[in-house]
Nanobody
Framework: QVQLVESGGGLVQAGGSLRLSCATSGGTFGRYAMGWFRQAPGKERESVAIINWAGNYKTYADSVKGRFTISRDNAKNTVYLQMDSLKPEDTAVYYC???????????????WGQGTQVTVSS
Protein backbone atom coordinates (compact mmCIF):
# COMPACT_ATOMS: atom_id res chain seq x y z
CA GLN A 1 0.00 0.00 0.00
CA VAL A 2 1.38 3.36 -1.03
CA GLN A 3 1.75 5.89 1.78
CA LEU A 4 2.65 9.57 1.53
CA VAL A 5 3.63 11.67 4.54
CA GLU A 6 4.08 15.44 4.28
CA SER A 7 6.16 17.54 6.63
CA GLY A 8 7.64 21.01 6.85
CA GLY A 9 4.55 23.16 7.17
CA GLY A 10 4.21 25.90 9.75
CA LEU A 11 3.72 29.58 10.42
CA VAL A 12 5.89 32.07 8.55
CA GLN A 13 5.82 35.80 7.92
CA ALA A 14 5.15 37.18 4.47
CA GLY A 15 8.33 37.14 2.42
CA GLY A 16 9.66 34.13 4.25
CA SER A 17 10.40 30.61 3.07
CA LEU A 18 9.39 27.05 3.86
CA ARG A 19 10.42 23.71 2.44
CA LEU A 20 7.84 20.95 2.33
CA SER A 21 8.80 17.30 2.06
CA CYS A 22 6.72 14.31 1.07
CA ALA A 23 8.15 10.93 1.94
CA THR A 24 6.64 7.92 0.23
CA SER A 25 6.66 4.21 0.92
CA GLY A 26 5.01 1.05 -0.29
CA GLY A 27 5.22 1.76 -4.00
CA THR A 28 7.62 2.28 -6.87
CA PHE A 29 8.23 5.98 -6.28
CA GLY A 30 10.47 6.35 -9.29
CA ARG A 31 7.56 5.52 -11.61
CA TYR A 32 5.13 8.09 -10.25
CA ALA A 33 4.41 11.62 -11.28
CA MET A 34 4.14 13.62 -8.07
CA GLY A 35 2.30 16.82 -7.34
CA TRP A 36 1.75 19.38 -4.65
CA PHE A 37 -1.75 20.70 -4.20
CA ARG A 38 -3.34 23.08 -1.73
CA GLN A 39 -6.72 23.85 -0.32
CA ALA A 40 -7.68 27.00 1.51
CA PRO A 41 -10.83 27.25 3.65
CA GLY A 42 -13.92 27.52 1.49
CA LYS A 43 -11.99 26.94 -1.72
CA GLU A 44 -11.46 24.01 -4.03
CA ARG A 45 -8.23 22.04 -4.01
CA GLU A 46 -5.87 23.46 -6.61
CA SER A 47 -2.71 22.37 -8.30
CA VAL A 48 0.49 24.07 -7.15
CA ALA A 49 3.32 22.15 -8.83
CA ILE A 50 3.74 18.81 -10.56
CA ILE A 51 6.86 16.86 -11.52
CA ASN A 52 7.26 13.86 -13.76
CA TRP A 53 8.89 10.60 -12.70
CA ALA A 54 12.33 11.61 -14.00
CA GLY A 55 12.25 15.11 -12.55
CA ASN A 56 12.87 16.79 -15.89
CA TYR A 57 9.37 18.08 -16.59
CA LYS A 58 7.52 20.37 -14.23
CA THR A 59 4.30 22.36 -14.20
CA TYR A 60 3.56 25.30 -11.92
CA ALA A 61 0.44 27.28 -11.17
CA ASP A 62 0.74 30.85 -12.44
CA SER A 63 0.33 32.12 -8.89
CA VAL A 64 3.53 30.44 -7.69
CA LYS A 65 5.80 30.64 -10.76
CA GLY A 66 9.16 32.14 -9.86
CA ARG A 67 8.55 31.63 -6.13
CA PHE A 68 8.07 27.87 -5.66
CA THR A 69 10.28 25.02 -6.87
CA ILE A 70 9.33 21.37 -6.98
CA SER A 71 12.03 18.70 -6.97
CA ARG A 72 12.43 15.04 -6.19
CA ASP A 73 15.03 12.58 -4.98
CA ASN A 74 14.14 9.13 -6.26
CA ALA A 75 16.86 7.52 -4.16
CA LYS A 76 15.12 8.86 -1.05
CA ASN A 77 11.56 8.35 -2.33
CA THR A 78 10.86 11.98 -1.50
CA VAL A 79 9.46 14.99 -3.31
CA TYR A 80 10.03 18.56 -2.14
CA LEU A 81 8.41 21.95 -2.51
CA GLN A 82 10.65 24.93 -1.84
CA MET A 83 8.46 27.95 -1.20
CA ASP A 84 10.06 31.40 -1.24
CA SER A 85 8.64 34.91 -1.08
CA LEU A 86 5.55 33.56 0.61
CA LYS A 87 2.38 35.61 0.60
CA PRO A 88 -0.67 35.51 2.88
CA GLU A 89 -2.69 34.11 -0.02
CA ASP A 90 -0.45 31.03 0.02
CA THR A 91 -2.05 30.04 3.33
CA ALA A 92 -3.64 26.61 2.91
CA VAL A 93 -3.31 22.95 3.69
CA TYR A 94 -0.73 21.53 1.31
CA TYR A 95 -1.04 17.97 0.08
CA CYS A 96 1.26 15.80 -1.98
CA UNK A 97 -0.14 13.23 -4.35
CA UNK A 98 1.16 10.64 -6.76
CA UNK A 99 0.07 8.60 -9.71
CA UNK A 100 1.52 6.66 -12.61
CA UNK A 101 0.14 9.24 -15.03
CA UNK A 102 1.06 12.95 -15.18
CA UNK A 103 -2.22 14.65 -14.35
CA UNK A 104 -2.87 18.34 -13.86
CA UNK A 105 -6.28 17.72 -12.29
CA UNK A 106 -5.96 16.80 -8.59
CA UNK A 107 -9.12 14.70 -8.81
CA UNK A 108 -7.29 12.20 -10.99
CA UNK A 109 -4.53 11.39 -8.49
CA UNK A 110 -4.75 8.05 -6.71
CA UNK A 111 -2.41 8.42 -3.75
CA TRP A 112 -2.57 11.27 -1.22
CA GLY A 113 -0.88 12.39 1.93
CA GLN A 114 -2.69 13.72 4.97
CA GLY A 115 -1.68 17.33 4.37
CA THR A 116 0.40 19.91 6.19
CA GLN A 117 -0.75 23.38 7.19
CA VAL A 118 1.07 26.42 5.84
CA THR A 119 0.11 29.77 7.34
CA VAL A 120 1.62 33.01 6.09
CA SER A 121 1.06 36.06 8.26
CA SER A 122 1.06 39.60 6.89
Amino acid sequence: QVQLVESGGGLVQAGGSLRLSCATSGGTFGRYAMGWFRQAPGKERESVAIINWAGNYKTYADSVKGRFTISRDNAKNTVYLQMDSLKPEDTAVYYCAGDLEYFRDPLQYTYWGQGTQVTVSS
